[in-house]
């Protein structure tokens, strides 16, 4: 009887444990405590120059979540009543919520068989006369085809906002991720590749007009004090966040690079025999930062207990497409209307993926995993 060691499917404790991050943290919130400048506070514009430099962008504007950053995002183009926005099937329902928020209508492009990503192939045809921008999503940290998004934008003269919500740090062919598109938001939701200590996001851009739009849409339309340009919002960065964020920022490569290093070794792993009936994730030339391992298996479930069993814990990301969820009901998409993202819906399954995990257990996963296998090949 094999013994059983208990694998967490995220470990935020140990990263605050380790290296005193937490004390780290502790002096950031204390400094913001002590100036008590919670609203705009000078940490904010810290950080937001910190992470424009991180993702080689002229401008960043920090507002409270990933969702709002997108969201903005599209007002600052204009982008509204009438107008349809493509994405991906397959992703967070945030990133259609942000386009429903805007006023839009969302028109979702099933998934690349291969990446997970948008597929690329199936782009052109959504685009009709009222498509005015293109949501690529960065999708387990993994970069979309960005070259041939780009093309086809520039072809129809569409917007592209990249979604790197789940996907800071990476890099399509040496550019990093955020400068691809027009615009990009990012979120730093705790689990994120680089988190807050609560809600958190960002958007980035070179275009200096956007970026203005969206400082006055973030703090209630004001572009100075009591005066009220535009119908605003209230999405504020956090002070208390920005500073817990410039605190981690010089962190992230290093935990991306630990996650780059799991991927591998699971690869290795689950690639030995008996095994190979799960799929494993792409190999591709971008610099993938997974935010997520996912594996395929036709038997999904049944190996998902068994990894619980076993002391393994696991996610779906993301178990009920979009276009299937009662709240986009009235889209008017049907079951078998996006078959790859309700495939995969039926077989994706996330294993435990964090900087601080153990090679131990990466070998152990793959160990049940395999034990899996073999009982179920018998
Ligand atoms: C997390 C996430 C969002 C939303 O970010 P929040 O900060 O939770 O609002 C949007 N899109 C994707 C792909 C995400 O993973």
Partial sequence: M???LSVPFVDLRTQH?????ITELQVAVAGVLREANFILGEPVST????????????YAIGVDNGTAA?????????IGAGDEVILPANTYIATAFAVTHAGATPVLVDADPETYTIDVSRLEDAITA?????????????????????ALASTYDLVVIEDACQAHGAT???TPVGSLGDAAAFSFYPTKNLGACGDAGMVVTNDPQIARTIRVLRNQGQHEKNHHVLVGHNHRLDTVQAAVLSAKLPYLDEWNAARRRHARHYNEALARPPGAS??????TDSRAVYHLYVIRSTERDELRSYLREQGVATGIHYPIPIHLQPAYRALGYGEGSLPV??????????LPMYPELKEEAIEYVADVIHRFEHSASR
């Fill in 172 to 174: 399509y062919n040496g």
């Fill in 341 to 350: 993202t309700e495939a995969y819906a039926q077989q994706i399954l996330s």
């Fill in 2 to 4: 094999a013994r059983t």
């Fill in 70 to 78: 997108l969201e903005l995002a599209l007002r600052a183009y204009g």
């Fill in 278 to 283: 799960v799929v494993r994730p792409p190999d």
């Fill in 17 to 21: 444990a380790e290296r005193s991050l």
């Fill in 130 to 150: 009222r498509t005015k921008a293109i949501i690529p999503v960065h999708l387990y940290g993994q970069p979309a085809d960005m070259a041939p998004i780009c």
């Fill in 47 to 58: 950080f937001e120059e910190a992470f424009a430099d991180y993702c080689g962008t002229d």
